[in-house]
Nanobody
Framework: QVQLVESGGGLVQAGGSLRLSCAAS????????MGWYRQAPGKQRELVAS?????????????NYADTVKGRFTISRDYAKKMVYLQMNSLKPEDTAVYYC?????WGQGTQVIVSS
């Protein structure tokens, strides 16, 4: 059974930074893609960023970002520690949401990010 636990959310002023962490336990996820999603109030959950695993045909470590966060957010992964990170810089009020870590059909409980203007 896979468990994903997010941490690092909080309240930050616009222009500030936060680093989210996702700790994975259980089965090895090194082969699969992992990603960060977010869901703002009244909106659908959306992909923020993802990074491929060693099982990807394109190789491990390839990243993908939503257009709204390109150039501001960076996803990274430590395969040995089973961790995935999301460095968020130049945060905007519209980044306010609950951020979720995902792998396959597994989801974390989410961590709240609030960006004040």
């Amino acid at each position: 059974q896979v468990q994903l636990v997010e941490s690092g959310g909080g309240l930050v002023q616009a222009g500030g930074s936060l680093r989210l962490s996702c700790a994975a336990s259980g089965a090895s996820l090194s082969l699969v893609r992992m990603g960060w999603y977010r869901q703002a109030p009244g909106k659908q959950r959306e992909l923020v960023a993802s990074v491929t695993g060693a099982g990807s045909v394109t190789g491990a470590g390839n990243t993908n970002y939503a257009d709204t966060v390109k150039g501001r957010f960076t996803i990274s992964r430590d395969y040995a520690k089973k961790m995935v990170y999301l460095q968020m810089n130049s945060l905007k009020p519209e980044d306010t949401a609950v951020y979720y870590c995902n792998a396959l059909t597994y989801w974390g409980q989410g961590t709240q990010v609030i960006v004040s203007s």
